[in-house]
């Protein structure tokens, strides 16, 4: 899901990502909780009284290794930490924004470049080296547009088709959203579509979270995931 949203948000040619998008970095971490909690590692934690769904506990559950290294990563440092903390404190360790200087070293460094440098390694990108006048910086164009198109297509799919999404293909939106990537996979829509789009987006992040979580209490973690960026200010992402 982290490569799905990088490539979502990565100028075809240039190879990068807007300078003005503020928000992905962050919600990319959040990718990575939705990633470990659809491979079994990590749940919401059951506890006496209930809690808003976005203020949910999370669980590690399995140290298995995935094969992804960065997904491995956070196992480790997830299982370094005894308590269960919420979805915010993640993402805010993990993006290098806690206010704990001991948790600083728990930070994912270079996400974007790394997730990058994965999808080179599998051909999907290829690397380049452009001028910024100032200084040179290593660029990742696409390599292979029919990947990119796929999973824009799966978004624009999920948004049109109606309430029979599966439940990551929502997260993936949603993340997208949060992202502030998804208008790159609007925009080749007509008006009309667009529309129905959008209005279907605002169901995911707003209703859809609730009512799936107690459809199948299986999904909370993804439900809480998607609840947690849904009460961020949208002012946050820049929409």
Known sequence: MMEEVLLLGLKDREGY??????????????????????????????E???????????????QERTGDRILDEVIDIMAADPKCHSIEYWVDVLSGETWNVMKLKYSLKNLRERLAKGLVDKGVLRTEMKSFVLFEMATHPVADPVIKEDIMYKVQDTLLRGSTADPRKVVLVCMAYGCNVIDNALNKLPDHQREMAETRLQEFMNTWPQAAAERDPQNEVL????AFFAQKDNSFFGL
């Open 17 to 46: 990502t807007s300078f003005w998008n503020d928000s992905i970095s962050y919600g990319l971490r959040g990718c990575i909780l939705a990633e470990l909690a659809l491979r079994g590692r990590i749940r919401t934690l059951k």
């Open 48 to 62: 006496k009284f209930r809690r808003r769904l976005e203020e949910k506990k999370l669980e590690l559950i399995s």
């Open 223 to 226: 439900c809480a995931i998607v």
